[in-house]
């Protein structure tokens, strides 16, 4: 007797399944096509047209003439080209160290409350930043770190007068100031996520680890920390996006001053842009920019996959 499945039917089977298969590759192709078509119009080809602008000598509006690498060689010799970008790894300390390792200890301690009026309250607290426009929380923290601003009046109603300065004019302090007010918008995005991703620990593992004799801060190393894994790594990664690619909150606040104390790339691409018409050094500065967003990023991501 023949075998059905080597038979005619088995074939046509096979040859069904087959276009089925490249009927719903071409299906989802056609379904992906319009958002990929929006996003090469607006996002791929700015991106490969600023590589190109970045070897050439250009104020956006005459013609363009070639300048080889006279713009990128501006960024690592024009000391405030340089610096703006220390700076932005500067401001990662503040935008993602700090609220990262302040959100932990928010989310461990508000996991501790019973559910009620003041835990949620102190997640509204917390998250309230997160949702007011960058462009307010820069007036109202330039208003705050002003000379006679809420900073300074708590010093002084402490016994700190000899301390109390203009804050975002300060050569000294002008960063920090700037860097403090980055903490206060990511440390309530941080400590949702990482309160959620305590929430979906399972709490057999907390039982096991006070069985096995382990204290509040052994636990938190134990069991938390491992379980926030994944949560660590968005935050970590959306918060040095933030401090990287930084522009609201130092243009509103500092415009990069006092002098370039406070310059980092979004606010010096925008003004040798806008304001100086040297586009190919801007595009040059956007696209190492970037590259270093990538560079930062794609160790955290592979962090973030392995098992």
Known sequence: ?????????????VVRRRTSRRTRRWSALLWVAPAFAMYAVFVLFPMAQSVQYSFYD?????????????NWKAIFTRPELLNSVVHAFVLVI??????????????????????GTFSTTARVVLFIPQVLPLVAAGIAWTWMYSSDGLVNQVMRAVGLDQHTRAWLGDFTFALPAVGVIGVWVMLGFCTVLLLAGIGKIDPALYEAARLDGAGRISEFFVVTLPGLRRELVVCTTFTMIAALASFDVVQIATQGGPGYQTMVPGVQIYRLTFLQQHVGQASALAVLLAVLVLLVIWPIQRLGREK
């Open 58 to 70: 250009w104020d956006g509006i005459g013609p363009a003439t070639p300048a080889g690498l006279d």
């Open 1 to 13: 007797m023949a075998d059905p499945s080597s038979g005619p039917a088995a074939t046509q089977s």
């Open 94 to 115: 503040f935008y993602t160290v700090l609220p990262v390792g302040l959100g932990l200890i928010a989310a461990s301690l508000i996991r501790e409350l019973r559910p």
